[in-house]
């Protein structure tokens, strides 16, 4: 029986490349959209194609009753089969720490920690059964055979998307850092709290896409300011989080795949500052 991964934002830019990536690996894939119907519908035959299933899941990231259902339908088709959830949906609005309006910054909040935090809870009490039941044939399979090399399957897991900017302070984008500075603790808190049942990693991509008020020229300058000086491949993020997804022995840790762009400190938003950049 195929594995499924749910990803939250899975129709468009990032979430698409890991939809794909996740096909490619024999993966099932479910694709949770807000509002981008067609793209998410599209991409579903696509996938298909691939020789996968794939399923669409429509919800606001923002309301916890829409958070539940997207997983109780998704779990209704899947099962326990379900064995992944990345958390790559994000919101995203230009905001400073002096003059952030309340509401957007709690929405924010929201979708970009909560409703992660919410999906770690329900995958946890969805294979917590199912760890009791593989514990108990384990230790009866030992006594069986206790010189017998059992081979480890990987755990389901959750997946959190982060951003380079959380390694790599400014002030820009306040609220939206803030929600991603604090679901970069959680990676570590998750993983301490839902083991042995859950596995939790995250990744933490650095500029792949225009973003904001950016236009292309600024985009295609920003890009190389890492210390590759090339732009980031979009694949290259999505292959990484199909690796944590399979690899049984990793919990609680976080790939930066950004170029070293964590390493390249900015007083603001590398948008905003790259034509000085450059100039030196």
């Known amino acids: 029986m195929r594995s499924w991964a749910l990803i939250t934002g899975g129709s468009v830019r990032?979430?698409?490349e890991i939809g794909l990536a996740f096909a490619r690996a024999g993966w099932n894939v479910a694709?949770?959209?807000?509002?981008?119907?067609?793209?998410?519908?599209?991409?579903c035959v696509e996938l298909r194609a691939l020789?996968?299933?794939?399923?669409?899941?429509?919800?606001?990231?923002?309301?916890e009753a829409s958070c539940q259902s997207?997983?109780?339908?998704?779990?209704?088709?899947?099962?326990?089969?379900?064995?992944?959830?990345?958390?790559?949906?994000?919101?995203?609005?230009?905001?400073?720490?002096?003059?952030?309006d309340e509401a957007r910054a709690l929405a924010q909040i929201k979708v970009n920690l909560m409703a992660p935090m919410r999906f770690g809870k329900w995958m946890a009490a969805l294979h917590a059964h199912t760890d009791a039941a593989e514990e108990t044939?384990?230790?009866?399979?030992?006594?069986a055979a206790p010189s017998a090399t059992a081979t480890q399957r990987a755990k389901p897991s959750v997946i959190h998307?982060?951003?380079q900017k959380v390694f790599n302070l400014n002030p820009d984008y306040f609220s939206y850092t803030l929600s991603k500075l604090a679901l970069e603790r959680a990676v570590s808190l998750q993983a301490q709290s839902l083991a042995p049942t859950l596995r939790v990693?995250?990744?933490?991509?650095?500029?792949?896409?225009?973003?904001?008020?950016?236009?292309?020229?600024?985009?295609?300058r920003a890009a190389q300011a890492n210390l590759l000086r090339q732009p980031i491949n979009p694949a290259d993020v999505a292959s990484s989080v199909v690796f944590l997804a399979g690899n049984a022995s990793i919990t609680g840790t976080t790939v930066r795949v950004d170029n070293g762009q964590h390493l390249v400190?900015?007083?603001?938003?590398?948008?905003?500052?790259?034509?000085?950049?450059?100039?030196?």
């Open 14 to 16: 990032l979430g698409r």
């Open 31 to 43: 694709c949770h959209y807000n509002r981008s119907d067609a793209e998410a519908h599209a991409l």
């Open 51 to 63: 020789g996968v299933d794939a399923l669409t899941v429509q919800g606001d990231l923002e309301d």
């Open 70 to 100: 997207i997983f109780d339908t998704t779990v209704a088709i899947t099962g326990t089969a379900l064995q992944c959830v990345v958390n790559n949906a994000s919101l995203f609005v230009p905001d400073e720490g002096a003059n952030f």
């Open 137 to 143: 044939a384990s230790a009866r399979n030992a006594i």
């Open 161 to 163: 998307v982060l951003d």
């Open 201 to 220: 990693n995250a990744v933490a991509p650095g500029l792949m896409y225009l973003s904001g008020p950016q236009t292309q020229d600024n985009f295609n």
């Open 265 to 280: 400190p900015l007083a603001r938003d590398v948008m905003f500052v790259v034509e000085e950049l450059f100039k030196s």
